[in-house]
């Protein structure tokens, strides 16, 4: 989910109206926005061997920095049978599509279209095509007060989130084809940001094995200090909790050193919500994406294992951790 490094004008973004399904699906004038999906695969090739993947797919919409909207896709793969990480980026330049309730994206030969909680990703790496279809298991989730969330020093943000996105379709891996199922995770954020803040964040998706779902949102500064926090519970049958900032915490309980642009970031966290705490394990430790020389960005997402205690009992799943780091770290 992370931003070109431009300046978008002032921070503005949400409002009282809040979000709207299935209108606000589709793109927005917005200076900046972006549909983000992230899943965990699985499956068993004609030979029979298990394949085990996670994924992250990511368009970005900017308007006002060139006549046309300027479009970035972010792609990432980390193969957990093989042991390796691989990412692109593609960029691409069209009318912003002018649609109702859905929204129909591409960037060079990447496309994601969808709409009401049922989405098709069609994405390739050297090694890798991803054609995946995505059914909503549970309504969507408005993540603060109607969809619309404090952003600290960024401003203001709409978001709304699909957290339980059953996922089927084919990865062909290396010429191999798998077919997969699993289960994914669209946030869709738009807004006027101010990105020339300096400012970051940590953000956690979980999809637990006791059927709840979190979104944790750590903002911070550019010293690197937390100065806002957004949390979202889903619960059985897609019913919502927002929580206190005061009642989920995250505690980082290593690091990595990038070895391509020297960024130190969080390896491993402890994550405390209420009634419970969890341990956040990256898959690989190595999940970055350096864009600095397309996007001016660098981050790391990655694909986590967790395991914890939820109301005394024991728990486990999978999420996507994202380290967008302050211009400071």
């Known amino acids: 989910m992370v931003p070109l490094r431009v300046s978008a004008g002032p921070a503005a973004g949400g409002g009282a109206a809040g979000v709207r399904l299935p209108q606000d699906e589709a793109p927005h004038n917005a200076p900046d926005e972006w549909w983000y999906f992230s899943g965990h695969l699985q499956g068993i090739d004609a030979a029979g061997h298990v394949h085990s993947y996670g994924f992250e797919y990511v368009t970005f919409q900017y308007l006002g920095i060139a006549p046309e909207p300027v479009y970035f896709g972010n792609l990432s793969i980390t193969d957990l049978t093989r042991h390796t990480f691989q990412y692109g980026v593609q960029e691409d330049s069209y009318p912003v599509p002018a649609t109702h309730d859905s929204f129909s994206l591409h960037t060079g030969g990447w496309s994601m279209s969808g709409g009401s909680g049922r989405d098709v990703l069609h994405a390739d790496l050297p090694g890798y095509a991803l054609d995946l279809r995505l059914q909503a298991a549970e309504p969507a989730v408005l993540h603060g007060t109607d969809g619309v969330i404090p952003f600290g020093p960024f401003g203001s943000s709409y978001y709304y989130s699909w957290t339980s996105l059953l996922t089927s379709g084919t990865v062909i891996d290396h010429g191999t084809a798998v077919k997969v199922t699993g289960v994914s995770w669209m946030d869709h954020q738009w807004g006027s940001f101010d990105f020339a803040s300096g400012a970051g964040w940590d953000w956690f998706s979980m999809q637990l094995s006791n059927g709840q779902q979190y979104m944790l949102y750590f903002i911070r500064d550019e010293s690197g200090q937390i100065v806002q926090t957004i949390g979202t519970r889903v619960d059985h049958g897609g019913r919502v909790t927002h929580l206190a900032a005061a009642s989920f915490a995250e505690q980082a309980t290593g690091s990595w050193t990038s070895p391509a642009t020297g960024i130190t970031y969080g390896s491993g966290w402890q994550v405390t919500v209420p009634g419970g705490h969890l341990t956040v394990t990256p898959d690989l430790p190595d999940q970055e994406l350096d864009l600095l020389s397309t996007q001016g960005v ?32």
Do not use: F, L, R
């Open 298 to 329: 660098a981050y790391w997402e990655g694909d986590v294992s967790i395991q914890g205690k939820i109301d005394g009992s024991p728990v486990h799943g999978v999420g996507y951790t994202e380290i967008n780091p302050p211009a400071g770290s």
